[in-house]
């Protein structure tokens, strides 16, 4: 750009001026402009970026990053009661001591020859999760739960060769974005309503929109209200009959309590993994799908599938299934693109499934759905609000209704943020029918004594005015 400055920023890659110019002519070209020609002119910036001066010391760049950093507030630090995809979970130590190794965290897409052992780990990961699940097969990690969706009704669309999916009105908004923008274009997306009372699948809505289009039915369980959802075999029943699917998006947090979605007709079973043992970081962690072994649905994965089999040497060795499937044996005439993968959340949740075992997870379970319960009879004391919102029993998250406080849910979130705790999440944009609702979530992270904390805030603050 003709007359902007140069400036050198230390910590921008080839920033420096001279080594910009000594690039441009190793290509033959005269400026940055000439690799930008393909961009339409009127979408240029046509002026230098608004950045502040550079910091030209690793000191000066501490001093300015700090205060803003320090503005966060984490998990770790307040009371938190926020869940809606992301969770506060215990991750034991052993999970951080293993993943954090060396073997594992800078093993980025090598091969068994020259890195051993990740397959195996890989292999074990799988066979835990498809224990967890009561499938035959599981995948190795996707980016998220959200993408294991979309995959999840792709593959739906490829076994059927039918091009419409019904996803469910409760569904998580965020998801839902996801799966809209990653399915084929040629797929239409229908809405299933979800019944104002209960909070689950409304069957009646299912019926009349199923068809000889749809390829699947999409549900979460539990749904994003944390309401779990019992009407399962009816649900799979009807989508049977009318030659569709049914995917199911589970919390594999809530399998040492509840079915797996294989036992009440879920044909592929999807979900996200970062419950098992993922820091909550800055989003989610990677997303699982599962099914039962049928040839069918198995060659429609694009995901890397480990298994073990015989050497020529007597020896077993661990390796891909059908390599063919992927985009990396078949680059131009893929089914779906696989390139990098969170496949380092595999290693974490595989420790984690490992060190809790069968009755490990069965006690979080009950110990998750102990707090939710007696968190819902407690906030239910406070006049004004209502735990009873949706009549479906939940698992650790549930609608608090707080339309008859008087007070929005970002005046009360913000009331509580100021006494070290995080409200629910504000379901008023999302769900507007449900008017001022929020999402409260309770994990094993949290204590009798931390509900009663909580209950004693909102009771004080919706007794006076705002401060």
Same mark, same amino acid.
């Given at each position: ?36 020609? +393909? ?16 910091? !030209? ?93 979309? #995959?999840?009704?792709?593959?739906? #669309? ?7 999916? !019904? ?13 809209? #923008? ?22 009646? +809505? ?26 399962? @075999? ?23 309590? !509840? ?12 979900? @996200? ?22 040839? @069918? ?24 299934? !059908? ?73 650790? @998250? ?27 999440? +504000? ?24 509900? +009663? ?15």
């Amino acid at each position: 750009m003709p007359g902007k400055r140069k400036i050198t920023y230390p910590y921008i890659p080839n920033s420096a001026p001279r080594i910009q110019e000594s690039m441009l002519r190793e290509i033959g070209a005269e400026s940055v402009d000439d690799l930008l020609k +393909d961009i339409p002119d009127d979408l240029r910036l046509k002026e230098p970026l608004n950045l502040p001066e550079p910091c !030209l010391s690793e000191a000066e760049l501490r001093r300015h990053m700090e205060p803003i950093l320090n503005k966060n507030i984490s998990a770790a630090e307040a009371l938190c009661f926020l869940g809606a995809g992301c969770y506060h979970h215990q991750v034991p130590a052993v999970v951080d001591e293993i993943v954090s190794s060396s073997e594992f965290l800078t093993a980025y897409a090598g091969e068994p020859y020259e890195d051993h052992g990740r397959f195996q780990a890989l292999f074990e990961y799988q066979s835990l999760m498809a224990e967890l699940l009561d499938v035959e097969v599981c995948n190795v990690p996707t980016y998220d739960g959200a993408q294991a969706a979309g #995959t999840a009704l792709s593959m739906a #669309t490829r076994i059927t060769k039918r091009n419409a999916v !019904l996803l469910a009105g409760s569904i998580n908004p965020d998801r839902r974005a996801v799966i809209e #923008t990653y399915l084929d274009p040629g797929v239409s997306i229908e809405s299933v309503r979800y019944d104002p009372l209960s909070g689950l699948l409304d069957l009646d +809505d299912l019926s009349a929109k199923l068809s000889d289009r749809i390829a699947a039915v999409y549900l979460e369980n539990p749904t994003y209200f944390g309401s779990i959802e019992t009407q399962g @075999e009816a649900v799979a029943d009807r989508a049977h009959r009318a030659g569709a699917l049914l995917v199911v998006s589970t919390d594999p947090s809530s399998l040492g309590v !509840l079915t797996p979605p294989s036992r009440y007709g879920a044909d592929i079973s999807c979900g @996200e993994i970062q419950s098992l043992g993922i820091h909550m970081h800055f989003g989610t962690g990677g997303g699982f799908i599962a099914t039962a072994d049928h040839p @069918e649905i198995v060659e429609e994965y694009p995901s890397r599938l480990f298994s073990l089999a015989p050497t020529s040497h007597g020896e077993w060795g661990f390796g891909d299934v !059908l390599w063919e499937r992927t985009s990396f044996a078949n680059r131009d005439r893929a089914k779906e693109f696989v390139g990098t993968h969170a496949a380092l959340w595999g290693i974490a949740a595989a420790v984690y499934l490992a060190a809790m075992g069968p009755q490990g997870m069965i006690d979080l379970g009950r110990a998750i759905m102990q707090r939710s319960l007696y968190a819902r009879k407690r906030l239910a004391e406070i006049p004004g609000v209502r735990t009873d919102r949706f009549s479906a029993v939940s698992f650790k @998250e549930f609608v608090v209704d707080l339309n008859e406080t008087g007070k929005t849910v970002g005046e009360i979130n913000r009331f509580l943020l100021k006494r070290g705790i995080f409200g629910g999440k +504000d379901l008023s944009a999302e769900f507007p029918e449900l008017g001022q609702c929020a999402l409260y979530c309770f994990t094993e992270m949290v204590s009798g004594r931390d509900i +009663d904390t909580l209950v004693d805030a909102l009771r004080g603050f919706l007794g006076r005015e705002w401060e």
